[in-house]
């Protein structure tokens, strides 16, 4: 597990570096290693890299629910919100 993941962190910093430079297609190459790289570790956990992807974008569609409705009961859009408020609604939205 630690070599899966110290891949992980390799690929990670890679990306950052790829990002630093602006081009696109060095940016998607090592995001896709990144991507695969996790993919990886999750098989060392036996667990499904599908299903782990699917329960964050469940918790991610449930806060951000969250933090529409509590924006809107305040009379406020999203728009006009700051990322602090945003960010403090999605906090809440966390302990929920």
């Known amino acids: 597990v630690s070599g899966a993941l110290d891949k992980l ?3 990670t910093v890679e990306l950052k570096e790829a990002a630093a430079t602006g081009e696109t297609e060095r940016i998607s190459e090592e ?3 990144v991507l ?3 993919v990886n570790v999750s098989r060392f956990f036996k667990c499904s890299a599908e299903e782990a992807l699917g329960m964050t974008i469940r918790k991610f569609i449930d806060r951000f629910a969250y ?3 509590s ?6 859009r999203l728009e006009d919100m700051t990322l602090s408020e945003m960010d403090a609604l999605w906090d809440e939205a966390k302990l929920k």
């Open 71 to 76: 924006a809107l009961e305040a009379g406020k």
């Open 67 to 69: 933090v529409e409705k």
């Open 36 to 38: 695969f790289s996790a």
């Open 31 to 33: 995001l896709g290693d």
């Open 9 to 11: 962190q390799e690929e």
